[in-house]
DNA sequence: ACTTTGAATTGAATTCAATTCAATTTTCTG
DNA sequence: CAGAAAATTGAATTGAATTCAATTCAAAGT
């Protein structure tokens, strides 16, 4: 039985990402509100009660559809700790956009979700932030883990998401331009923060 | 009757603004979802049904509330044209926080599009989003109108708006600074957008 | 003052979609 | 194979949004 358990619930676990996977989809085309949970299940080629088994509610579905997304955009941003603290920055940089790219319609759920919205979807995404941010001031040992700094990183993150999701829609700028601008956003908000002359060497440094 | 129905439409126009009011109140406390029309027509002591009356549905109200925060958001920054370029920048984002700061409650509904955002409402704060980017187009001399300095503004929008709400709850920084910060991730990014030079002399001649 | 007109207002009736649940089938294990 | 646990179904329930026919109200013209 407890291989039973185990097997029955490896299948279970399948069929769950594969339903979060249709939810990503069928969310980043139409709206929550635009889609039913006959739709879901006709979709799926389920029954609408077996959907409640896997979830507890249509908003519960959705929720963790988001979940999903984030765990995967937080995984797929992680970088190796033999780059140098900059390298290391672009590289996480150039995977979260690799992300952006191919996982569009994910990435675009995920920041629809908007800044707020409900209070749990919030949270995951202040979740995912605050992984990255952590990060962040991790590796990058010149910046200190004060509050001023944190808000800024917060700050930056906001500027990222906006700019990226702006980039797959319109792709005003090129790759590498983004990144730039990315990485001199980061460091003269940074500095900003602290006040005036506070990161000012390891600012230039980097030059 | 061209002065009964002018009268009569003048009425109703503040009653519908009322409304509006009482909606931006109640939709920034608890979510959309979270707020049946009873509750609505309750809080303002009418009835369901009058409610129909002057929107269009629950969905409707909703959007027309976001929509009347963001007019009186991009109204309220706007800056007299007296003030030279810098100062009116800060002039703008001065106002902008003191926005953020009265009607907190109004601010965060707006930035919150509501579960899986539909369409219109990210119309809203697209339209609002694009006025302001518009308005520090046509006030900075220094830069040029083209797609990536749009670029660049539209995620430096991000960028405050983001801070802004942080700002509100945790207020990690000090009002001036959070002006300071925006500043000189307004000149970086567009900077770093344009490629290395193209601003050097208007970036460094503002210090 | 009186009637007409259209807007404001109501609440009962309808509709539509989410959720629950008891029953059935499938899948695994001993 | 027996029998338990999990997967799966769809009919029944529920609750909330929306519609609508009826009523009140306020102003305008006569």
């Keep these: ?21 249709l939810g990503l989809r069928l969310f980043s085309d139409r709206s929550f509100a635009d889609i039913s949970i006959d739709d879901i299940a006709a979709a799926a080629g389920i029954s609408r009660g ?16 988001v979940r999903y997304a984030a765990d995967q955009l937080v995984a797929s941003t992680d970088t190796p700790a033999t780059l140098e603290p900059e390298a290391r920055m672009r590289a996480g940089l150039a995977a979260y956009l690799d992300y952006v790219e191919r996982y569009a319609a994910a990435y675009a759920l995920l920041l629809r979700g908007g800044l707020g919205v409900d209070p749990e979807v919030a949270a995951i995404l202040e979740g995912a932030r605050e992984a990255i941010v952590a990060r962040i001031v991790r590796e990058a040992p010149e910046l200190e883990a004060s509050p001023p700094v944190h808000a800024a990183l917060r700050g930056w993150i906001h500027l990222v998401e906006g700019m990226s999701l702006d980039w797959i829609e319109r792709r005003e700028l090129p790759r590498e331009r983004l990144i730039e601008v990315f990485m001199a956003a980061l460091w003269s908000i940074a500095e900003a923060a602290l006040g005036d002359l506070a990161l000012a060497g390891a600012a230039s440094a980097r030059t």
């Design 1 to 21: 039985m407890a291989r039973a358990r185990k097997n029955a619930s490896k299948a279970g676990d399948r069929r769950r990402e594969q339903l979060l996977e």
């Design 50 to 65: 077996l959907l409640y088994h896997y979830f507890r509610s249509k908003r519960g579905f959705y929720t963790e559809s």
